[in-house]
């Protein structure tokens, strides 16, 4: 085994990786690198306070974080000084019981404290860990947080403070098309508003078939994302990027303690709460009254008025999905629509070549 202590022998990021015995550690080296565009750099450290090998993450020039390694976790060092503490003040109420009691137990020096984190798994405070180090590479612009306040509606019926918290909190984020960004009601995302792109909620029936329940799009913010927020709920809904989208996420206990004292926010919620509950009544309408030749046909259509083209890059299996059904019923529909003049179809391909007599058809 490595020997943290050898001045003499330099080891690899995967030997210090491999000591560590965690691929938690892997993770979070990965996520710094990609998300803040920190470059490591291993160091010995002669100072008796922790003396041994470590990792360092700088971003021009300015230290992010240092890593020690131990024996199935690391410890990572945050530093928070003046630049920084006014930005996580405000967030700390936002932050998990152990990173709060961190922070407040850290005594402060020369006008910085120095946050010794503990890490084994990937769960609240390993998140805190990454936001910390988000306001340490100075992510957060005031751009960033102006193009947000024109996207949420109720921004200018909040009081100053509870505007304050929500700026200090929120975080933005770059999904690729095909991201799970939800998965069910153990994952509790925050809420989630999209700045552009489209995204998917859906539900998996036992046998693992996935039905589309709704879509969101530019401006849309997602309630279900939280999940720990809405305990009544009896439905796993997973959200997914259908396009390459960005986002801010509300943290979920923020947004809570804003919606008690807020009249507006509590009322615009109930709005969004009773649109989505509309958008699934109008789909079990559908499964239970219209054939599924019908179902199919309306969104072809729907899908020719999102992407605004006729010729739709997209996929038996996709549809399918979209539906609830299976690929071959798809399949076969589309054939009958094809050779009634409606449409034509290649591989990964379905073109609407007469958009009047397929709307006939939705309508018969």
């Given at each position: 085994?490595?020997?943290?202590?050898?001045?003499s022998?330099?080891?690899?990021?995967?030997?210090?990786?491999?000591?560590?015995?965690?691929?938690?550690?892997?993770k979070?080296?990965?996520e710094?690198?990609?998300?803040y565009?920190?470059?490591?750099?291993?160091?010995f450290?002669s100072?008796?306070?922790?003396?041994?090998?470590n990792?360092?993450?700088?971003k021009?020039?300015?230290?992010?974080?240092?890593?020690?390694p131990?024996?199935?976790?690391?410890t990572?060092?945050v530093?928070?000084g003046?630049?920084?503490?006014e930005?996580?003040?405000?967030?700390l109420?936002?932050?998990s019981p152990e990173l709060?009691?961190?922070?407040?137990?850290?005594?402060?020096g020369?006008?910085q404290?120095?946050?010794?984190?503990?890490?084994e798994?990937?769960?609240?405070?390993?998140?805190?860990t990454?936001r910390?180090?988000?306001?340490r590479?100075?992510r957060?612009?005031?751009?960033e947080?102006?193009e947000f306040?024109?996207?949420f509606?109720?921004?200018g019926q909040l009081?100053?403070a509870?505007?304050?918290k929500i700026?200090?909190?929120?975080?933005?984020?770059t999904?690729?098309k095909?991201?799970?960004?939800?998965?069910?009601?153990m994952?509790?995302?925050g809420?989630?508003?999209?700045?552009?792109?489209?995204l998917?909620?859906?539900?998996?029936?036992d046998?693992?078939?996935?039905?589309t329940i709704?879509?969101?799009?530019?401006?849309?913010l997602?309630?279900?994302?939280?999940?720990?927020?809405?305990r009544?709920?009896?439905?796993?809904?997973?959200i997914?990027?259908?396009?390459?989208?960005?986002?801010w996420?509300?943290?979920?206990?923020?947004y809570?303690?804003i919606m008690?004292?807020?009249?507006?926010?509590?009322?615009?919620?109930?709005e969004?709460?009773?649109?989505?509950?509309?958008e699934v009544?109008?789909?079990?309408e559908?499964?239970?009254w219209k054939?599924?030749?019908?179902?199919?046909?309306s969104?072809?259509?729907?899908?020719?008025?999102?992407e605004?083209?006729?010729?739709?890059?997209?996929?038996?299996?996709t549809?399918?999905?979209?539906?609830?059904?299976?690929?071959?019923?798809?399949?076969?529909?589309?054939?009958?629509?094809q050779?009634?003049g409606?449409i034509t179809?290649s591989?990964?391909?379905?073109?609407?070549?007469n958009?009047?007599?397929?709307?006939?058809?939705c309508?018969?």
């Amino acid at each position: 085994m490595m020997d943290l202590l050898d001045h003499s022998y330099q080891p690899t990021l995967d030997e210090i990786g491999e000591y560590i015995g965690n691929p938690v550690f892997e993770k979070f080296c990965l996520e710094i690198g990609d998300k803040y565009k920190g470059k490591e750099k291993i160091e010995f450290s002669s100072c008796s306070w922790e003396r041994g090998w470590n990792v360092k993450f700088k971003k021009s020039g300015k230290s992010l974080c240092t890593i020690y390694p131990r024996e199935s976790y690391f410890t990572v060092l945050v530093v928070i000084g003046q630049k920084e503490k006014e930005a996580v003040e405000a967030m700390l109420p936002g932050l998990s019981p152990e990173l709060q009691n961190i922070y407040h137990q850290t005594k402060e020096g020369n006008g910085q404290k120095w946050l010794m984190i503990d890490l084994e798994d990937q769960d609240s405070i390993y998140r805190d860990t990454l936001r910390l180090i988000e306001v340490r590479g100075g992510r957060k612009k005031e751009k960033e947080h102006t193009e947000f306040t024109d996207y949420f509606p109720v921004w200018g019926q909040l009081t100053p403070a509870q505007q304050d918290k929500i700026s200090g909190n929120i975080v933005s984020r770059t999904m690729k098309k095909g991201t799970v960004i939800h998965n069910g009601s153990m994952d509790c995302a925050g809420l989630l508003l999209v700045q552009s792109g489209q995204l998917r909620a859906y539900i998996l029936s036992d046998e693992g078939r996935e039905i589309t329940i709704y879509r969101l799009f530019d401006r849309d913010l997602c309630l279900f994302s939280a999940s720990c927020m809405m305990r009544s709920i009896q439905f796993e809904i997973t959200i997914q990027a259908e396009k390459d989208s960005n986002l801010w996420i509300i943290p979920t206990e923020i947004y809570q303690q804003i919606m008690k004292e807020s009249a507006p926010l509590s009322n615009y919620t109930n709005e969004i709460m009773a649109s989505r509950f509309s958008e699934v009544m109008w789909l079990v309408e559908q499964i239970m009254w219209k054939s599924l030749d019908k179902r199919i046909s309306s969104f072809l259509l729907e899908e020719s008025a999102i992407e605004n083209s006729d010729r739709l890059k997209i996929t038996h299996e996709t549809i399918a999905g979209h539906l609830g059904t299976h690929r071959e019923v798809v399949t076969r529909m589309l054939h009958y629509f094809q050779n009634e003049g409606m449409i034509t179809l290649s591989r990964g391909t379905v073109e609407i070549i007469n958009r009047k007599k397929l709307e006939a058809f939705c309508k018969e």
